[in-house]
């Protein structure tokens, strides 16, 4: 998502995303590579990215390119994308690791209540996602980690 959303920033139209990569492998498939792929290579099971990619499509669907913006404050990376339904923002903290950190967005967005969207990070025992949770947050306090997460 990350790569989208950056991408997307830059002016780039269109990417051909992948479906395969498995871990554990060797050379171009090892480090983060490995948690990209759509599908399982193996299997074709669908894999947490795949269920994350439905929901940014779903999210970001007809937004307009080369009119994406980059608000980013220091290591927290805001980007707005505008879509025919509204406004959607895709916002992490570049410097945040795996823990959770309240930021105060007040900045960008004002003082106001905005949905905040989790992204697919896991499957439940069935192989169904785990989904994603949406709660609204106070711009003033709104938890972000390296993780994505939808705002609106």
Do not use: C
């Amino acid at each position: 998502m990350k790569f989208h959303t950056m991408s997307a920033a830059a002016g780039l139209e269109r990417q051909h995303w992948g479906i395969g990569g498995q871990p554990p492998q060797q050379g171009y498939w090892t480090g983060p590579w490995n948690i990209m792929g759509l599908l399982e290579k193996v299997t074709g099971k669908k894999r947490p990215a795949y269920y994350t990619y439905k929901l940014m499509r779903e999210k970001l669907r007809d937004f307009q390119v080369g009119n994406v913006a980059d608000l980013s404050i220091d290591h927290i990376r805001i980007f707005k994308f505008i879509t025919p339904k509204g406004t959607v923002y895709i916002a992490w903290d570049a410097d945040g690791g795996q823990d959770t950190r309240i930021v105060d967005l007040s900045a960008v967005f004002g003082n106001r209540k905005v949905m905040v969207t989790q992204i697919v990070t896991e499957l439940n025992p069935d192989d169904s996602p785990v989904e994603p949770r949406v709660k609204t947050f106070i711009t003033t306090a709104i938890p972000l980690s390296i993780t994505p997460v939808f705002i609106e």
